[in-house]
């Protein structure tokens, strides 16, 4: 069975190793592990590289792609050190990080949501340091409910535990008969509830509904619309935006908002608007995205009587981040 990145970096040598490290230089030894990872797995390189290539093909210039190409593998990389981080750190040293290394751009819209007291169903993607936002909430007492599938047993207990010492729950799809009931139990709950749009493998595809994502035209995945209509919450999309490399901005849009600054919402679902909501920050932040090697299976959501290609422009669309 072929080993994955995730599965490598978080191995038991690897994780006693880098807590003998300390958390500075375990950044620099996963990045040496990633390294050696991607030297041996050069298809998957390949992949990550054409994926970038052919978002960016007909807007950037061949130096502006291999430079966000390595920053995207930089990126994927952060990402791993920062979902290592969230589970192994201690507690203290976890609070610590989360009250002087993230800016708070996101909670007053998180706030009016959660007074209606339907609860609120927050969309994010695999940006940034989404690993975060469940703890970030939590630490600030927020009730926070999240959809989370644990690579391993030792995760999900070090997960729990630390659960256990903020106001989180996990639905933990290996353990929950049926995860859209705990989702809708939650939100009653007028709880927060986290999930991602753009969760490639689950997609469960509309039909009569289209878009175009990333330069592809797809088929919309309906589990969007599914959750918001039955689940009746607030909608709010967020994204733990990495400002630098330690450093953090959380920010968020209500309904509301992202109606204002996406003109043809009018006309969309709200699976639509939050996917084109998540596009734009992969344009503007490419490195943030460790979904890249995923892109190819937008394939698999194409219509079969239209070809796919390239926008002539990318969507002009500009969620703040001042």
């Known amino acids: 069975m072929k080993i994955n990145l ?27 592990l990633g390294k050696l990872y991607f030297f041996f797995n050069r298809k998957e390189k390949w992949k990550i590289k054409k994926a970038v290539k052919t978002v960016f ?7 502006e792609i291999r430079s966000i190409t390595r920053d995207v593998f930089r ?64 630490l600030n007492n927020y009730p926070v ?36 009931k705990a989702i809708f139990d939650n939100l009653k709950e007028n709880r927060v509830v ?11 595809p509309c039909r009569n509904n289209k878009i175009d994502f990333l330069g592809k035209h797809i088929h919309m995945d309906k589990t969007i619309n599914i959750l918001s209509k039955r689940g009746n919450a607030a909608i709010v999309f967020g994204a733990m935006h990495r400002d630098s490399w330690h450093r953090y901005k ?19 679902s709200i699976g639509e608007v939050v996917l084109k909501f998540m596009e734009h920050y992969i344009y503007k932040f490419p490195e943030e995205w460790y979904q890249w090697k995923k892109y190819p299976k937008l394939d698999m959501f194409a219509p079969t009587d239209v070809l796919t290609e390239t926008p002539a422009s990318i969507p002009v669309l500009e969620p703040s981040l001042v």
């Open 57 to 63: 093909i007909d807007h950037k210039n061949s130096s």
């Open 145 to 180: 409910t999240i959809v989370v599938k644990f690579k391993t047993n030792r995760l999900r207990e070090i997960s729990n535990q630390r659960a256990g010492e903020v106001s989180t729950r996990f639905i933990d799809p290996d353990r929950t008969p049926n995860i859209m």
């Open 250 to 268: 959380f920010i968020t849009s209500s309904w509301e908002e992202m109606t204002k600054l996406y003109q043809r919402s009018v006309d969309m």
């Open 6 to 32: 995730s599965s490598f970096l978080q191995g038991r040598f690897n994780i006693f190793v880098c807590r003998m490290l300390g958390w500075r230089m375990t950044l620099h030894y996963m990045n040496i």
């Open 75 to 138: 990126g994927i990389l952060f990402h791993y050190y920062e979902k290592f981080f969230n589970a192994f750190s201690n507690t203290e040293t976890w609070k610590t990080f989360f009250r002087t290394h993230i800016e708070n751009q996101g909670l007053t819209s998180i706030d009016q949501a959660l007074g209606e007291g339907k609860g609120v169903l927050l969309i994010t993607g695999h940006l940034g340091g989404v690993e975060f936002i469940p703890g970030y909430l939590a």
């Open 194 to 204: 986290i999930t991602q749009c753009d969760e490639i493998d689950e997609w469960r």
